[in-house]
C-alpha cells in the first residue's frame, strides 16, 4: 500500500469545531483550522510530509509504541520505547471557550517516562491543501507562519530554526520532564491570542471531555466502546451549529489505488434518525437537540431544492473539485474536495427526514412550531416524485433506477406524517396519505420482491440484493415474522457477507454504480444485519457478528467507513456513521426493546 500508513495507524484528536489525525510515528497528518471544511494546513495524509504534518517523536529508532486514550477523553497518550529509555507524548486540542473567544490550539506535551531519550521535532506548515508554503519570522520569542488569510504561531520553550523549509529542533527528556508545544491558528490580519499553559490546557481537557462523558446512561454490555463511540460522535459535531459531519477527511480511498474518494466533512441527512437515536440512547439530549435544530434550518426554503447533504451550517453549495497536486492517499486519485453528490436526486431522504422529526417528537424534544408546516411541504414534494428513479441511498453515479430502498423510505415518509396526525393530533390529510402508504407498499412489494429468490431486491425486477434492505424491518415496513424479511436478511448473508463479520453493500459486479469495481465492506451495513438479526430473535447469531465487528476496531478504538481483507479499515475515518451502528447495535443487544425496534414502531 506504498508508503502511507495504515489508516489504523491514526487517532482522533478534536475540540467538537475541527480535528486532527496523529499517526502512531508521532506526526500530526491531517488538520483543517479553523472548522472541518476548511482548507488543510496539514495533509500529508494525501500525500507526503511536504504536503504538511507534525512530527514529535524519538530521535533514535523506536522499538515498541502504546496508545491509549485518557478513560472517558479524547486526549491521546503515546509511549515510544527506545533503547534509551520510553518518552510520552500527549496530543489534545482544548475545546473552545463558548463566549466567543476564538482560539484554535493544538497542544503536544512531551513527557519523560524512563531513561534519557532524545526527541526531535519537525513542523512542515503548508497551507491550502499543502499548496502553500508560508512567510515565517519570530515574534515575542514564538514562531510565525503566514500565507493569506491564515496564520499559525508555534510557541515551546524549546529552541527552535528553519531547515529547508520546516521548522525543527532536537532536545532530550528525563523521568519527570515536560516539554510543552502548543500550536495556534488566527486570522493572519489579527494578533496571535496569548501564549497558554499547555499542561494546563491538557488537564482541562481532560477534565471538560470526562465530564462530558460522564452523563451518559448507557449501562448495558460493551460500555467502553459505546462509550467510545459517543465521544467520537461528539468530536465530529460541528458545535456551532449542531451539524455532525460524516468523518473529518476527504479522499481516503474506499480502495488503495481506486478512485472511489470522496469529501465527507459534510452532514448528511441521511445520518439523522440513527443519530437521534444514538445521542438519545446516550443520554445526551442538548446535543440531539442541536442536530434536529440543525436539521431543520437545512433543509428550510423551497422543498424541490431538498439536499442529500449539507455544509456545517447548512450551506447548499458544495461544488467539487479536485487537487491535482496531491498524489492521494495510498496513490489513490483523483483527491477531492466538495461532493458533487449534493446535486443528486435521492428520495429516501424524505423519509429520513420525516422519520428524525418524527423520532424526535416520540421522545419529548419539544417540536419547532414551524417543523410541522415544513413537513408538510415536503411531502407534496414527496408526492410528485417518489415514483421517479433517483440516485439511491449509495449515491450512484450511474443511470438512476428505482431503488427499493428509495421506494420504503417514501413509505416511511408517509407513514410517519399518518402517526402525527392519529398520535400527536398535528393536521394534515390523513385519509390522503394513507393512501399513497398503502399504495407505496403495495408497489414495493409487487415489483421490488423476488418471489423466486424469496428476498427483496435491489431494484424493482432485479435479482441482486442490497444491505440497505435490512431496513426493512428496522423502519417498520414489514414486521420481523414476515417470511419476506427473513429471505431477504438470508440473502444478504449468502451473497454480501465477508468474512463472516461484514457485509458489502450491494455486488459490485452489477455496474449500477457506474464506477469501476472496488471497495471494503460497509461497515455501517454489516452493523444493520446485527440489528436485523435481533429484530428476528437471531441473538446468538447477532451478538457473535457483533463482536467480529468489534475486532475490526484500530487500537484505540476507532472505525473507518469500510473494511477489507488484507488492507484492514478503508475510506474516511473515523465514520459517523460506523459509530453511530455500533452504539446502535449495542443497544439492540443490550435489550429487549432497543432503538430498531423503537425505530420501527407499527407495523404495516
Known sequence: MSSSHPIEDYALIGD????????????????????????????????DATNGRWLLAPAAEVTA????????????????DTAEGTVRVVDAMPPRPADGRARHDVVRLVEGVAGRVAVTMELVIRFDYGSLVPWVTRRDGRLRAVAGPDAITLASPVEVHGRDLRTVCDFTVEPGEQVPFELVWHRSHEPAPPQGDVPGA??????????????????????????????TLKALTYRPTGAIVAAPTTSLPEQPGGERNWDYRYAWLRDATFALQALMQGGYREESVAWRDWLLRAVAGDPKRLQIMYGIAGEHRLPELT?????????????????????????DVYGEVMDALHYAREVGIDPEPEAWSLQRALLSDLESRWNEPDEGIWEIRGTPQHFTHSKVMAWVAFDRAVTAVERHGLDGPVEHWRELRSAIHAEVCAKGYNAER????????GTDVDASLLLIPIVGFLPADDPRVAGTVDAVIADLSVDETCVLRYPEHSGVDGLPEGEGA??????????????????????????????????????????????????????????????????????ERGPASERAGRHA
Open 202 to 231: 491538557v488537564e482541562a481537557t481532560t477534565q471538560w471531555w470526562q465530564q462530558w462523558s460522564g452523563h451518559s446512561i448507557y449501562q448495558g454490555d460493551y460500555a467502553e466502546a459505546v462509550q467510545r463511540s459517543l465521544i
Open 323 to 347: 487537487l491535482d497536486w496531491l498524489s492521494g492517499y495510498a496513490d489513490s486519485r483523483p483527491v477531492r474536495i466538495g461532493n458533487a453528490a449534493s446535486t443528486q436526486r435521492q428520495h
Open 65 to 80: 509504541v502504546r496508545r491509549r486514550y485518557r478513560p472517558g477523553t479524547l486526549v491521546l497518550e503515546t509511549e515510544f
Open 522 to 591: 460497509f461497515l455501517l451495513c454489516s452493523f444493520w444485519l446485527v440489528d436485523a438479526l435481533v429484530l428476528l430473535g437471531r441473538y446468538e447469531e447477532a451478538r457473535a457478528r457483533f463482536e467480529r465487528l468489534l475486532a475490526v476496531r484500530n487500537d484505540v478504538g476507532l472505525l473507518a467507513e469500510e473494511y477489507a481483507p488484507p488492507f484492514g479499515q478503508l475510506g474516511n475515518f473515523p465514520q459517523a456513521f460506523s459509530h453511530i451502528g455500533l452504539i446502535s447495535s449495542a443497544c439492540n443487544l443490550a435489550r
Open 16 to 47: 467538537t469545531e475541527t480535528a486532527a489525525l496523529v499517526c502512531r510515528s508521532g506526526s500530526i497528518d491531517w488538520l483543517c483550522l479553523p472548522q472541518f471544511d476548511a482548507r488543510a494546513c496539514f495533509a500529508a495524509l494525501l500525500g
Open 454 to 461: 424469496n428476498t427483496f431486491t435491489q431494484v424493482y425486477g
